[in-house]
């Protein structure tokens, strides 16, 4: 039963490493970019919805709808200034790019909002789930419902509409995709849209769950939501399911049964072993060398 | 002294621009040491100048790994705190058995050590990865090490680790930056080095020609790695107090930015990036609460000036090298009319 | 050409920097004619721990104005200045630096354990009394001329379990406290000692990190088994406020003990939350509700100035303030002046303040000598233990 509830737990911490890793995986996949700064733009998210629904006063859910509006236009400006001009530019110098992108919007939010972390409103009651001694809580499967969803959309998105086809061009051959009259800026454009929404809907289900918002919230997960990423392969949107979820589980098991202290040398530890394993990850496409 | 110049210019040229970096940092010693002696340099000043030494030997040996071989390491802090801790529990121990000067270059060579072997160990992986993969390994093992030191009784686990001589002074400082400096500016330039530079263009042509891909990897993480643990012996020697939360993952990241900013492989570069991230943040002190955001917009707009193609248009143009070559263009015109008159 | 150019900039640049260091030479104290006292600590102000540092910051400059306000100290105006150290010995040791350039002439130290521990040496060196808010370690005060205003570590998990037994406020204990953080690992391990010697039954102790610092439903869970019927968090107030919500949501019912880490924790769960607080439990030396003076006014000042309510580290800093003039009053020598410091840290001994966390009297340790007080929490407010 222990062991059950462990689990379970496992579950909920899992759908929210892997609600974050989606959008990580996804920009990662199409811009080849290692978006630092994917875990402050769940903070922004989250502060947004706390804004619209404390401060302003609107309906929960209107004022979690509208985050997601404000998180895409921060996610879009961020790109335009900061990523666009370095589309040429080594890869470290984006990912160092997105590192101070990603201080920018902790020092804003904690110029606006205080250090003070601020409590998230509870957008969505659910009351929880007894089945025998086990109690689940509502808000896990809300939000592993909602991740099990975005999955499952994006990726059909992905595979069978326009747009998505032009993503997976683009992250297949950039420079083939723009010959083939695929615009490679606007199709960027649009995953880092899409990647933001995303940030803001894991921002409040992050809100949700863990009920408090501070302007350094963002960090740590998302350091986790990349290892999430890495372990699913990054770049696979299945794996960044199924990585997320497996963390999540891997974690919580630990800390059960092993150390609470040390379960995050575990997690990493067995993230060491899985890459020796496969070296791109659970679900990554084997990378052929080519002369 | 003309012998001098002659015999300088008539070295090879990866030579000559290695002595200028030699010289300059000698020059910069100097001046500083003079600036302290004449009393003209403030608490301040003095207080970031055994952390500048530690940043340029961290730059620089990080340098090695992205910047010669290619492989990005996000676990340079890791090797920093394992390191430290070795320095500072031999220094603990033998504070009253051996003086200074025999106690802290011991020290540092130990904490070189142990980093050296930590490198190795993350180096084994290293042969199997790349890229990303390669860079969330050594973050992880970064991580994990930060956890087992605060799991340890020995390190003082949370509450840190106390009770070491403060033996850091600017001179030990500067002479392990000078011997890091000579021995990566050595490996560069040697046999060894080419190979590196080689596996990093094209791994497989490397290995084509007969270079030992695995070898040389695990030997730059090793040396980078053991720079990195004389870094951190020199920080654990520098304060009374070592928490293990300094050698996070952020840790890492500050030195990946001083690297990036220098630019990849240049080692003059990551000097000059070390000594301007140390400075920065305590020049914009003065702006109190938008410390952190001047910061991160500076990062951003120098990534952005110094690599973005379009700035980079910009500055040519603007490039005072420019400017100063048609000021000579037009006066050798005006001496070309003149002359043109005198004999036209 | 052009690397010559690179060269010359580098040149510049370091050249520009240094000086710019350099150019700040120490303040003169009579600065436009006007005599000051130089205060100056620091703090986290930025990154993960900026809440601590902040309210440092915000509790000492409230302190100055208002001494200001009333003409000053002895016919010295106060200049308080809180520099950040993002909670980094290195840093720290830094802005000590800076603040010593312009002339500081009593530390603050600083606020977190580590960050103060560094700054000690510093204050050895230089002879400047020192007194810290909130550096609880026990090297914080480790040399003569270092004091504190906030308990030592050891000192509050030792009375913790006390007054745990003695009131027989929980029988069967569950502890969940941070391995990363100083603070609570500290008051942990006097807890857990004292627990030997007073028989105080420890059926649990679960950990967390800073690297996890945000889910705790194994912990609560193994808690929930153990069937404890109190939970000692020897936490901060917004780790704490993460643990209480998770705790309601998997409907554990024990009692909350904390320390005074724990003080401000109604304002960090929430408006939304606060019910839950209901039947939580604290020994500390501060209240911020509290009816009494100087803390009911204080409340209301830095309420009205900041807009949060202030906690424990605000307080400390305020009180620290208000103890350092008070030893200038009595030590009545002029700063910059020979015997200055040697008289500060002799006064320090001798002064009683009453302060918002208690009336307290300092013992050549550095040790404050004040009383904690339990209380409860009643529906969104302090009530005194009975």
Redesign the interface.
């Known amino acids: 039963m ?1 062991f059950l ?2 689990l379970i ?1 496992g579950l ?2 899992g759908s929210i490493y892997a609600l974050i890793a989606l959008g990580y995986t996804m920009v ?1 996949g199409i811009a080849k970019m ?1 978006n630092f700064a994917h875990g402050d733009i769940i903070m922004v998210g989250a502060f947004a919805a706390i804004v619209f629904i404390n401060n302003l006063g609107l309906p929960m859910i209107l004022g979690v709808l509208l985050s997601v509006v404000v998180c895409v236009a921060v996610g879009v400006l961020v790109e335009k200034i ?1 990523y666009k ?2 589309r ?3 890869p ?2 984006v ?3 997105a ?6 919007l ?3 939010a ?2 606006i909002f ?6 998230f ?2 957008f969505i009651q659910v009351a ?1 789930v007894h089945i025998g001694e086990l ?1 689940i ?1 509502g ?1 896990s499967i809300v939000t592993l419902a909602v991740t099990v969803t975005i999955m499952v959309v994006l990726t059909l998105f992905i595979n069978k509409t326009r747009m998505g086809k032009a993503m997976r061009a683009v992250s297949e051959d950039r420079q083939a995709a723009e010959l083939m009259g695929i615009s490679v800026n606007r199709t960027i454009t649009i995953t880092f849209a899409i990647g933001s929404a995303l940030a803001s809907v894991a921002g409040s289900f992050y809100g949700l769950t ?3 918002i ?4 963002g ?3 998302g ?1 986790k939501a ?2 999430a990423a ?1 372990f699913g392969g ?1 770049g696979s949107i299945p794996g960044a399911m199924l990585g997320g979820i497996l963390l999540g589980i891997i ?2 098991l630990a ?2 049964y092993i150390s ?6 575990i997690v ?2 067995v ?2 072993l899985v ?2 394993v496969k ?3 659970l679900l990554g496409k084997k ?1 052929n ?1 080519k ?1 | 002294m003309k012998s001098f110049f002659n015999k300088f210019s008539g070295l090879k040229k990866s030579a000559r621009s290695n002595m200028i970096t030699l010289a300059l940092c000698l020059a910069a010693f100097g001046f500083v040491t003079a600036m302290v002696a004449t009393g003209n340099a403030s608490r301040h000043m003095k207080s970031l100048l055994v952390p500048i030494c530690i940043n340029i030997i961290l730059t620089v040996s990080l340098n090695l790994v992205i910047g010669f071989l290619g492989e990005l390491s996000l676990g340079h802090a890791g090797f920093m705190s394992v390191g430290a801790y070795a320095a500072c529990l031999f220094s603990i121990a033998f504070e009253e058995t051996l003086p200074v000067m025999v106690r802290f270059p011991l020290a540092m060579l130990i904490g070189g050590i142990a980093g050296g072997l930590f490198g190795l160990l993350v180096g084994i992986p290293v042969l199997r990865l790349k890229g990303d993969y390669l860079a969330i390994v050594t973050l992880a093992f970064g991580e994990i090490l930060r956890s087992i030191i605060i799991n340890l009784e020995f390190t003082g686990g949370a509450s840190g680790l106390k009770g070491m001589p403060q033996d850091s002074t600017f001179n030990w400082g500067f002479i392990a930056v000078v011997i890091t400096l000579f021995v990566v500016m050595n490996l560069v330039d040697s046999r060894h080095g080419r190979a590196i530079m080689a596996i990093r263009e094209n791994a497989i042509a490397a290995s084509a020609v007969g270079i030992n891909i695995n070898r040389y990897k695990l030997m730059v993480f090793t040396v980078a790695a053991f720079f990195a643990g004389v870094a951190g012996a020199l920080y654990g020697h520098n304060y009374s107090i070592m928490t293990a939360g300094t050698f996070d993952y952020n840790k890492s990241i500050e030195i990946l930015v001083m690297v990036v900013l220098g630019g990849m492989g240049n080692i003059r570069g990551s000097i000059i990036s070390a000594v301007l991230i140390t400075v920065l943040p305590e020049m914009l002190r003065g702006l109190a609460d938008y410390r952190m955001l001047i910061y991160a917009v500076v990062l951003i707009a120098m990534m952005l000036l110094g690599t973005s193609e379009k700035f980079m248009m910009l500055r040519y143009r603007l490039a005072p090298k420019r400017l100063i070559k048609r000021a000579l263009q037009e006066r050798q015109n005006r001496k070309d009319e003149k002359e043109a008159r005198k004999y036209g | 050409m052009k690397k010559l150019l690179s060269v010359l900039l580098a040149a510049v640049m370091m050249l520009s920097t240094f000086t710019a260091c350099g150019g700040g030479s120490a303040e003169t104290e009579t600065e436009s004619g006007e005599k000051v006292l130089f205060i100056g600590g620091s703090g986290p102000l930025t990154g993960d721990y900026a809440t601590y540092g902040t309210s440092v910051k915000n509790g000492a400059t409230l302190a100055m104005e208002e001494i200001n306000a009333k003409g000053g100290t002895n016919g010295y105006t106060l200049k308080v200045v809180v520099e950040d150290d993002q909670a980094d010995p290195q840093q720290a040791v830094q802005a000590y630096a800076t603040l010593m350039d312009d002339g500081m002439d009593v530390s603050l130290g600083g606020t977190t354990s580590g960050a103060c521990i560094a700054i000690t040496e510093e204050v050895k060196k230089d002879g400047l009394l020192m007194l810290t808010p909130s550096g609880s370690q026990l090297e914080c005060t480790q040399y003569d001329n270092c004091f504190r205003v906030c308990f030592e570590d050891s000192n509050q998990g030792l009375y913790a379990a006390d007054f745990i037994k003695d009131n027989n406020v929980g029988t069967k204990v569950a502890i969940l406290y941070e391995k990363s953080n100083d603070y609570s690992n500290g008051l942990k391990e006097s807890f857990v000692a004292q627990s030997a010697v007073n028989g105080l039954e420890i059926v649990c102790e679960e950990a967390f990190t800073d690297q996890s610092n945000t889910d705790f439903s194994v912990q609560l869970q193994a808690v929930k088994n153990s069937g404890a019927d109190l939970l000692f968090l020897p936490l901060y107030a917004q780790e704490a406020a993460y643990v209480i919500t998770q705790a309601a949501s998997m409907e554990l019912n024990v009692t909350f003990f904390g320390c005074d880490g724990l003080d401000g924790i109604l304002e960090k769960i929430g408006e939304e939350n606060k019910a839950l607080t209901n039947g939580v439990m604290l020994l500390t030396p501060f209240a911020a509700d509290s009816a009494t003076e100087p803390t009911a006014s204080f409340t209301k000042a830095y309420t009205a100035k900041y807009g949060a309510t202030p906690d424990q580290f605000a307080a400390d800093a305020y009180d620290a303030v208000y103890a350092i003039v008070a030893a200038f009053e009595k030590a009545g020598v002029e700063p910059e002046t020979e015997g200055f410091n040697e008289a500060m840290v002799k006064a320090m001994t001798e002064i009683e303040v009453v302060g918002t966390t208690g009336t307290m009297t300092w013992t050549p340790e550095g040790e404050p000598d004040k009383n904690a007080t339990a209380v409860v929490i009643k529906d969104g407010a302090y009530v005194a233990f009975q």
């Not at chain 1, 501070?214 to 919230?217: A, D, I």
């Open positions: 222990n509830s462990n737990s909920s911490l990662y290692l900061a001009p370095l040429n530019a080594p470290l110098s990912l160092i790019t590192i101070g992108v990603s201080y920018f902790q020092s804003l904690q110029l205080g250090t003070n972390q601020k409590a409103p509870k929880p109690t809580k808000e863990y009920s408090f501070g302007p350094y919230t960090s740590m997960p350091i990349f290892v890495v990054i974690e919580n800390k059960a609470t202290e040390l379960s995050d040398a990493f530890g993230l060491i890459l020796l070296p791109t990850g990378i060398e002369v």
